[in-house]
DNA sequence: CAGAATCCGCATGGATACTG
DNA sequence: CAGTATCCATGCGGATTCTG
C-alpha cells in the first residue's frame, strides 16, 4: 500500500469532544499544527482533497455505481478514483455495496456523516465559483505589476 | 519557476457571472471538471491547500510577519510560508506590505477577498473537528472488518 | 529579518496489464 | 464491470546555502 496512514489507534486527547459546536469565537487555530500527528489536519486534507470533494459533490445527489463516478469526473484515472472511494470508504463517508452478480455491481452511496459535509463543500464551492473573477483580475494585476518591476531592474 | 500555471488569461465562458447566489438547487457538478482548463478546480485546490488554510486562517485574526506566520504554522518551511503566501497575494487574498526599514519589516493581512473566506473555512474545520471521533471509529471499524476477511480468506 | 536559489528525496498519481 | 498490481514520471515540499 502507497499511503503512510499509520494504523496507530492514537486518536489523541480532545480538547472539545462534544458536538463541535461548543467552541468559543476564538478557539485555539494552533491546535491545528499542534495536533499534527493526530487526526484534524490529517481529516481537513482527505475531505479538502481534489477528488474527494468531486467525489463527494456527485455521490450528494445520488447512489453511483464506480463506472457511473469514472465517467462523470473523467478526468480522474482508474485507479485515483478506487484510492479515493476506499479512503472515503474507510472514513465512514462513503458507503460501498456489492452486489454478487455476474458481471459485478458496486454502488456508492454517501453515509449520514457524509451527507453532512453537503453544507460545508457546497459553501466552499460556491464562494469559488461566485469570486472567480475577482481572482483572475488579481491574478492579471499581480502579474503585469511583476513583468513591469523585472523590466524596471 | 515550479508552478505550472499557465499565464492564459483565459477565464473561460462563466456560465454563472453574477453573486453566484443563483444558481439552483442542482447546478451542474461535472462543470467543475468540464472547466478544468479554467479558474475553478484550479483555484479550489490552491484554497483548500493545507498551508493556505493555515495561514488564511491566522491572518483572519490579526495582521502578521512573515517571521510570526512561520513560528505559528510551525510545521511549515520557509520555502513553502514563501510559495503560499506569494500565491496568496497573487490571488488577491492576501495583502503583502513592505517597510523599507534596515532589519526588513513585512507584513501580510487579509485583503477584503480574503475575509469573505471567513465563514467557509471555519465551516470545514469546524467540521472536522466535530466529526473526528466518527471518523477514527469508522476508520478502526473498517481496518478491523479488512484484517478479519483477510484471515478469512 | 525576509527572502531567493539550488539540490534532491519521496510520495502522488498516471498508464498499463492482469484478474474474479 | 470493478477492481488489483506494477512500473514509472513529475512535482511537491524539506533542507541547505546565499543575499539585501
Redesign the interface.
Given at each position: 500500500m502507497e499511503e503512510g496512514t499509520s494504523?496507530s489507534?492514537s486518536?489523541c486527547a480532545?480538547t472539545?469532544?462534544?458536538?463541535?459546536?461548543g467552541?468559543g469565537p476564538?478557539y485555539d487555530?494552533?491546535q491545528?499544527?499542534?495536533r499534527?500527528g493526530c487526526?484534524?489536519?490529517q481529516?481537513?486534507?482527505r475531505?479538502?482533497?481534489?477528488w474527494s470533494?468531486?467525489a463527494i459533490?456527485?455521490l450528494?445527489?445520488r447512489t453511483l455505481r464506480f463506472s457511473e463516478l469514472r465517467r462523470?469526473?473523467?478526468?480522474i484515472s482508474q485507479r485515483m478514483l478506487t484510492v479515493t472511494l476506499r479512503q472515503l470508504?474507510?472514513?465512514?463517508?462513503v458507503r460501498r455495496t456489492v452486489y454478487p452478480v455476474v458481471p459485478p455491481r458496486v454502488e456508492y452511496e454517501l453515509t449520514e456523516?457524509g451527507a453532512?459535509?453537503h453544507?460545508?463543500i457546497r459553501?466552499?464551492?460556491?464562494?469559488?465559483?461566485?469570486?472567480?473573477?475577482?481572482?483572475?483580475?488579481?491574478?492579471?494585476?499581480?502579474?503585469a505589476r511583476q513583468s513591469q518591476e523585472v523590466s524596471a531592474s
Amino acid at each position: 500500500m502507497e499511503e503512510g496512514t499509520s494504523k496507530s489507534p492514537s486518536h489523541c486527547a480532545d480538547t472539545d469532544t462534544g458536538t463541535g459546536t461548543g467552541a468559543g469565537p476564538d478557539y485555539d487555530i494552533s491546535q491545528w499544527d499542534v495536533r499534527e500527528g493526530c487526526e484534524v489536519r490529517q481529516i481537513l486534507d482527505r475531505v479538502a482533497d481534489k477528488w474527494s470533494l468531486l467525489a463527494i459533490a456527485h455521490l450528494e445527489r445520488r447512489t453511483l455505481r464506480f463506472s457511473e463516478l469514472r465517467r462523470l469526473i473523467e478526468g480522474i484515472s482508474q485507479r485515483m478514483l478506487t484510492v479515493t472511494l476506499r479512503q472515503l470508504e474507510r472514513d465512514g463517508l462513503v458507503r460501498r455495496t456489492v452486489y454478487p452478480v455476474v458481471p459485478p455491481r458496486v454502488e456508492y452511496e454517501l453515509t449520514e456523516l457524509g451527507a453532512t459535509l453537503h453544507t460545508t463543500i457546497r459553501s466552499l464551492v460556491d464562494w469559488t465559483e461566485s469570486h472567480q473573477q475577482e481572482i483572475a483580475k488579481a491574478r492579471s494585476d499581480y502579474d503585469a505589476r511583476q513583468s513591469q518591476e523585472v523590466s524596471a531592474s
